[in-house]
């Protein structure tokens, strides 16, 4: 029996150890949750499931060609080089776009859509509705702004009972780190397990108070776990710092001067952040102690300092990326009219020169991706007739407007198609794990946006905004260039001209 037992022994091990190592290949990765009970009639605005999406211009990943592509019950079943070279397919069932542009849907990694809890803000209905309008066909929400903050199984399943049939594009979530579950890591465990596809902190207060701020070591903690389930923490990085004689000059400005909150928020609260995160990361290359896990630093608005050390940290092969916002990239602190509180965000909007350096990072490849951290809230604490930038909640909303903003202010710098597609899908993908979505290629989803990058047209009050509150977002008034006509999601056809399918039929992205 001995001899047996040390025979089977060796024998065993090996097949438990190829066992831990295929599941742990695949950890990573994020399952659909199809729970829909709509017809697909409600689903989609278009009758066919199997159908071809023809256009001169596709953005595939080896870049843009014209032909088409044939979707199949929700997946892209083809890719056929060449225009009006359809092969067997009947006429009804080619939708010709001609010029405008087809596109991998965008996948927004940032959002806080605010339910349940806040749906005075947004909610999961006008959020999605917002983003389907957009072309945003993926958002991943975040833990905070909705009550109670996403920090447990237990509040995740109340988002998620929330979300139910309300839906109309995929939707994933950002579990929260906060100090109660980094001391207690079988509750992070455990959200991790129920699904979140990673989890988010903050360095400085969040102004929600129900979910505190993380010091380094709590992030410490919650990226052993992270190790463990391959997924990313993504981090609001900035750590106050002493002002010095720098309080009194600023309690004396006045709170309707733009500049007067900036000085609140120096570019070295974003570096000091950051400089404790990549003390960190470091541990997160291939061999550290922390392989697996991964540092995702979120809406830069610093292009300096901040940006150099990202850059250090990755070129010694931490696993780290960053991303910012489109209103850090269209907006200058110079240009913000006092007491416009739309304006407020934070980390703050900085100066032109910012702004340049930003969009020069953008373009090289050092910010890896954009998102809109579309953060809303009601006009009472937007405080837009009082003007008092120090009071006004910080926030930007702008969830179903950052194709046309990306693209109207970044074709000035010489951004490309392909790089669009990079920075709004391919890339928020990997960093969600969402495997199956980001790019136009046999076997994926079917999530797509056409649009016209040449279309102008003014956001004013006739234009169909589905925001929430659309009168408190930055970017009304603006003029902007790219026209999204329609959004696929999945194969259905969920925004066309104005309007949206009849029924939510997106689904919720659970991580396993
Ligand atoms: N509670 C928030 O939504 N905060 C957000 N506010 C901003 N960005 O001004 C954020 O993501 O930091
Ligand atoms: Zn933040
Ligand atoms: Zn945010």
């Not at 596709?58 to 009006?84: A, D, K, L």
């Not at 958002?139 to 995740?156: H, Q």
């Not at 953060?375 to 120090?390: A, N």
Request: glycine residues 8%.
């Amino acid at each position: 029996m001995d001899q047996f037992i040390w025979r089977v022994l060796p024998l065993l091990s090996i097949l438990v150890s190829f066992l831990v190592f295929f599941y742990f290949q695949n950890s990573h990765t994020a399952q659909l949750y199809p729970l829909i009970k709509f017809p697909r009639s409600k689903c989609s605005l278009l009758p066919h499931h199997h159908f071809w999406i023809s256009s001169k211009r596709i953005v595939t990943p080896q870049g843009i060609i014209s032909g088409s592509v044939e979707i199949n019950e929700g997946r892209i079943v083809s890719v056929i080089e060449g225009y009006g070279k359809q092969g067997q397919s009947k006429q009804e069932e080619i939708i010709d776009y001609g010029d405008a542009v087809v596109m991998p849907g965008l996948i927004d990694v940032h959002v806080h859509l605010d339910e349940p809890g806040r749906t005075e803000w947004e909610g999961f209905d006008t959020g999605t509705r917002a983003a389907a309008a957009g072309g945003v066909t993926t958002v991943v929400d975040m833990p905070l702004n909705n009550y109670p903050s996403t920090v447990s199984k237990e509040t995740l399943k109340l988002k998620l009972d929330a979300a139910e049939d309300k839906i109309y594009v995929d939707v994933g979530f950002w579990g929260g780190l906060v100090p109660e579950n980094a001391l207690n890591l079988t509750i992070l465990d455990d959200l991790l397990s129920a699904g979140v596809l990673g989890v988010k902190s903050f360095m400085c207060p969040s102004g929600i108070n129900d979910f505190p701020m993380t010091t380094i070591d709590h992030i410490k903690a919650g990226l052993s776990v992270l190790a463990k389930y391959k997924r990313p923490i993504v981090v609001h990085a900035e750590l106050q710092q002493d002002y010095g004689n720098h309080l009194d000059i600023n309690d004396n400005r006045d709170p309707h001067d733009y500049l007067t909150y900036l000085n609140t928020r120096p570019p070295s609260w974003e570096e000091a952040a950051i400089r404790q995160l990549v003390g960190v990361s470091k541990d997160t290359g291939i061999g550290g102690p922390l392989e697996g896990a991964h540092v995702h630093i979120v809406h830069l608005s610093d292009s300096s300092a901040s940006l150099d050390l990202i850059k250090e940290a990755k070129s010694r092969g931490d696993s780290i990326t960053v991303e910012t916002c489109p209103h850090y990239l269209a907006f200058t602190s110079e240009e913000i009219p006092n007491g416009d509180t739309r304006f407020k965000c934070s980390p703050p909007i900085r100066d032109a020169h910012n702004k340049d350096k930003l969009w020069e990072a953008v373009l090289e490849g050092h910010i890896d991706l954009l998102t809109t951290d579309h953060s809303p809230t009601v006009p009472e604490l937007k405080l837009l007739e009082e003007g008092d930038f120090l009071k006004a909640w910080g926030g930007i909303s702008s969830l179903q407007f950052n194709l046309p903003v990306t693209w109207s202010y970044g074709k000035k710098y010489g951004l490309t198609l392909e790089q669009l597609s990079l920075l709004w899908s391919k890339r928020p993908a990997a960093l969600a794990g969402i495997e199956s979505k980001g790019t136009i290629e046999v076997g994926n989803h079917a999530d797509i946006v056409v649009w016209q990058p040449e279309q102008e047209f003014d956001l004013d009050d006739n234009y169909p905004v589905f925001i929430k509150h659309y009168e408190l977002s930055a970017y009304m008034g603006r003029r902007l260039s790219g026209k999204v006509l329609d959004t696929f999601v999945r194969g259905n056809l969920v925004f066309k001209d104005g309007k949206h399918a009849p029924a939510a039929c997106g689904v919720q992205i659970l991580a396993t």
